[in-house]
């Protein structure tokens, strides 16, 4: 079956489509037996691919969730296209409404049976899940990983530990991905949040604008030259392409306690709090 990764936000426009393309753009080549993951554009809000790139109506989302509501769930892989840096895609309409449906079908058993494959199945699903809301719970739950991107001011911050997303229930690891400035330092964040990973991802205009050229052309992501942001997430590309064949189900358990509840701290507070 393939590897699941969600990619999620709490609240805001965080970086949630950034950090899950740029993961493609770096995920490891020797991943996967050489198979290139697929970013699947999974936002109940609507989409924006499928505009910023001037692609044509289908295949998209609708299309994949159109498969999970057959007897035989249909294949993920006809809906998949090719965005000009070079990753793999689903993209979504730009539409609420039949995107939030779509979604909504995703997370029943047929929609994981069409994301995950069949047994035989190989890749990687980096499931561009937006803002997490109930809908997107049962993916939560049948992700090998969680990816949450936050910003890094005590306001967001504030956000991801008030959420009560209840780590323990996730099948596997969860990392906080803190996009752009962040005055705290990643074990003051991990300690209060109770959450064993969190990587601070560069605020990378370069990068960004390289992934949005509406014209085909080759990302450089290896190297001294490689925009900042590419350079850190092929590092959690790595992480997270590694886990897998490591940890059995229930260790992956041990590894998370709630984010929901701060560490033991001043009085229990958070140090972003406490400033
Ligand atoms: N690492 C980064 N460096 C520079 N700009 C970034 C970075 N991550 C995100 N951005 C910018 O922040 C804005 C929001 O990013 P993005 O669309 O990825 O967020 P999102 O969480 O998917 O939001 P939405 O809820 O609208 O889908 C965009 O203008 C994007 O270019
Ligand atoms: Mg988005």
Redesign the pocket.
């Known amino acids: 079956m393939r590897r699941l990764v969600v990619v999620g936000?709490i609240t805001?426009?965080?970086?949630?489509?950034?950090?899950a393309l740029?993961l493609a753009a770096t995920w490891p080549a020797e991943a996967d037996g050489g198979g290139r993951p697929v970013v699947v554009e999974a936002?109940g809000?609507g989409g924006?691919l499928m505009m910023r790139f001037g692609l044509p109506a289908a295949p998209s989302l609708l299309d994949v969730a159109a498969a999970a509501g057959k007897p035989q769930p249909g294949s993920l892989l006809g809906a998949v296209g090719e965005l000009p840096f070079g990753v793999r895609a689903v993209v979504a309409v730009p539409g609420r409404r039949p995107c939030t449906e779509a979604v909504r079908l995703l997370a029943t058993e047929g929609g994981r049976r069409v994301l995950l494959g069949a047994e035989g199945d190989r890749g990687t699903v980096l499931l561009?899940a937006?803002?997490l809301g109930d809908d997107v719970e049962p993916l939560l739950r049948a992700a090998d990983q969680v990816v949450l991107?936050t910003r890094g001011g005590a306001d967001s911050l504030t956000h991801v530990s008030t959420y009560g997303l209840d780590a323990e229930a996730l099948a596997g690891p969860l990392t906080l991905a803190i996009?752009?400035p962040c005055p705290y330092r990643e074990d003051e964040i991990t300690a209060s949040l109770g959450i064993d990973r969190a990587m601070f991802?560069?605020?990378?205009?370069k990068?960004?604008a390289a992934m949005?050229r509406p014209r085909r052309s080759a990302l450089r992501t290896t190297g001294t030259r490689a925009p900042r942001?590419l350079t850190a997430t092929r590092t959690l590309a790595r992480q997270l392409a590694e886990h897998r064949d490591g940890a059995t189900e229930s260790q992956a358990g041990e590894n998370n306690r709630q984010v929901s509840v701060p560490a033991a701290g001043d009085g229990g507070r958070p140090s972003w709090a406490r400033r």
């Open positions: 936000s805001g426009a965080p970086g949630v489509t950034t950090t740029a936002d809000s924006d561009d937006g803002r991107v996009v752009g991802l560069p605020w990378d205009a990068a960004v949005h942001l």
